[in-house]
């Protein structure tokens, strides 16, 4: 069935340290991979997103992977600052007849020591 | 910034009654979804619906759930015969509009809270 698996579920990171969260999905009709972060008690922002003709895409200290052929992608944030702090799901899309089925992961929390 | 909304924030419900959640898109979106969040869970999928009809809904969305934009701004999600495994956090959300953007990307609103007691 659909699935898409993230690690870690937690991560904790020093400030200005690196955090890198990994996906894989399962769906081979999945094509689009958006990030959102979720913080508490407000819905999931989309952060970054990558289509499947594209192997990676920057915006300022978010960078997002894509390895099709293994079906991995992953999150790398650099620079971390305690804002960051937030649970990320990475979640995987296809297309149906009208609009998308979105699978999400299941969520890493980040923690950002100052 | 336009933004999709959702009422009501809190719903507190008895086991078996029917309940209402309310969104409003974000206005000219032509793709609508509800979602499910189970507290310290993922979110699911739950249903999309587009030209008036769902497209497709998951195994979460059985015959106790239904569907309907009834004028051109709400989407609404109702739950009869509520269970307490229906307690969970409900996100709409919408894309695309013909004038711009894209299929793909999804809107979310902040959700409404569902505790069926």
């Known amino acids: 069935g659909e699935n898409v698996e993230q690690h870690p579920s937690t991560l904790s990171v020093q400030e200005g340290d690196s955090a890198v969260i990994k996906c894989t999905y399962s769906?081979?009709?999945?094509?689009?991979f958006p990030w959102y972060k979720q913080e508490l008690g407000k819905g999931p922002q989309l952060i970054i997103d990558?289509?499947?003709?594209?192997g990676e895409k920057k915006d300022q200290r978010i960078a997002v992977t894509l390895n099709k052929t293994a079906k991995h992608f992953s999150l790398h944030i650099t620079e971390t600052q305690p804002e960051d702090s937030a649970v990320y799901f990475c979640a995987a899309s296809r297309p149906n007849t009208g609009g998308f089925k979105t699978i999400f992961g299941a969520g890493t929390r980040l923690f950002v020591k100052a | 910034e336009p933004e999709v909304t959702q009422t009501p924030s809190h719903q507190v419900t008895q086991m078996g009654q029917e309940v209402i959640l309310r969104c409003v898109p974000i206005s000219n979106h032509l793709y609508f979804y509800w979602y499910r969040q189970i507290l310290g869970q993922k979110v699911e999928f739950l249903v999309s619906f587009y030209n008036n009809e769902i497209s497709e809904k998951s195994e979460i969305f059985d015959d106790r759930f239904s569907v309907e934009r009834p004028d051109g701004s709400n989407f609404t999600l109702k739950i009869r015969s509520t269970k307490l495994e229906d307690s969970a956090m409900y996100f709409c959300?919408?894309?695309?509009?013909?004038?711009?953007?894209?299929?793909?990307?999804?809107?979310f609103g902040p959700g409404t809270r569902l505790l069926v007691l």
């Open positions: 990558i289509r499947s003709n594209v």
């Open positions: 959300a919408s894309s695309y509009s013909l004038t711009g953007g894209d299929r793909e990307t999804q809107y």
């Open positions: 769906d081979s009709a999945s094509n689009y």
